[in-house]
C-alpha cells in the first residue's frame, strides 16, 4: 500500500480560485516535503515543514503540517496558470528511512 | 552555485546494452540519492550515498543495478543489460546532511531512458 497518500489525484481549477491538496500518512512524519514538477523536468524544491503546527508560505503557496504530524496540507490562494503541474509531497516515516513520495496531485488551471 | 547535473538528459538503449546516467551534486553536498520514475507513477527510492559509501540500497534491484560515488567525481546507476521495463525517469538528489536532520533535498533535472 502507499504509505503516503495524496489527494485529489488530479484537479482543475479556474485561474483565479483557491485550492488545497492534500498528503496523508498512517505514520508519524519526521520532515515533509513539498515539490513542484512540471512534465517532462525535474523537481522545484517548494517547502520543508519539521515541526507539529508548523506552517511556511512563498508567494501565494502556503503549506501546513499538522499538529499530530501525519498530514500537510499545500494550499494555493488565487491560482495562476503558472501554478500548474503536478504537486508532490515527500517525508520521511521514519528518521533511518528514506524519503519516500505520494503519487502526486496534477494540476491543471484553466483561464 | 550550479544545481544538481543530471547527464545524458535522454538516453536511448537497446535491450541487452548498458546504461550509464550521471550525477553531478551541489556544490558543498556529500549525499546523493537515485529515484525513479515510471509513468503516472511516483517516485521510488533507490539508493543512498555518500562519498565512496553505499548508505541505504533497499530500493535497488538485485540484478543488473549498481551505483557508485567516487572520491572524485559524478554519482554513477549503472544499468547492466537493459530491459523494456527499465524505462523510466531516473532523478538524483543532492544534500548538504542528510535530509532528516533539516537539510533541504534538492533535485536534478532527470535522465530520461528509452529501452528499444
Known amino acids: 500500500s502507499q504509505e503516503l497518500e495524496q489527494s485529489p489525484q488530479s484537479l482543475i481549477v479556474q485561474e483565479g480560485k483557491n485550492l488545497t491538496i492534500n498528503c496523508t500518512s498512517s505514520?508519524?512524519?519526521?520532515?515533509l516535503y513539498w515539490y513542484k514538477q512540471k512534465y517532462g523536468e525535474g523537481l522545484i524544491f517548494l517547502m520543508m515543514?519539521?515541526?507539529?503546527?508548523e506552517e511556511k508560505s512563498h508567494e501565494k503557496i502556503t503549506a501546513k503540517l499538522d499538529e499530530k504530524k501525519q498530514q500537510s496540507s499545500l494550499h494555493i490562494t488565487a491560482s495562476q496558470p503558472s501554478h500548474a503541474g503536478i504537486y508532490l509531497c515527500?517525508?520521511?516515516?521514519?528518521?533511518?528511512?528514506?524519503?519516500?513520495f505520494g503519487k502526486g496531485t496534477r494540476l491543471s488551471v484553466i483561464a | 552555485n550550479a544545481g544538481v547535473m543530471q547527464n545524458p538528459r535522454h538516453l536511448v538503449r537497446r535491450r541487452g546494452q548498458e546504461a550509464r546516467l550521471r550525477c553531478s551534486p551541489m556544490?558543498?553536498?556529500?549525499?546523493v540519492y537515485w529515484y525513479r520514475q515510471l509513468p503516472e507513477e511516483g517516485l521510488k527510492f533507490m539508493v543512498y550515498?555518500?562519498?565512496?559509501?553505499?548508505?541505504?540500497e533497499s530500493g535497488m534491484p538485485k540484478e543488473r543495478f549498481s551505483a557508485e560515488f567516487p572520491k572524485e567525481g559524478p554519482s554513477i546507476l549503472r544499468i547492466q543489460q537493459v530491459v523494456r521495463g527499465d524505462s523510466a525517469a531516473y532523478f538524483c538528489?543532492?544534500?548538504?546532511?542528510?535530509?532528516?536532520?533539516?537539510?533541504?533535498?534538492?533535485f536534478g533535472e532527470g535522465s530520461r531512458l528509452t529501452v528499444l
Open positions: 505514520k508519524t512524519l519526521y520532515g
Open positions: 538528489a543532492s544534500s548538504v546532511s542528510r535530509p532528516s536532520n533539516t537539510g533541504e533535498l534538492f
Open positions: 515543514l519539521q515541526k507539529g503546527g
Open positions: 550515498l555518500q562519498k565512496e559509501n553505499i548508505i541505504d
Open positions: 515527500g517525508a520521511f516515516l521514519s528518521g533511518n528511512t528514506p524519503l519516500v
Open positions: 556544490k558543498g553536498h556529500s549525499h
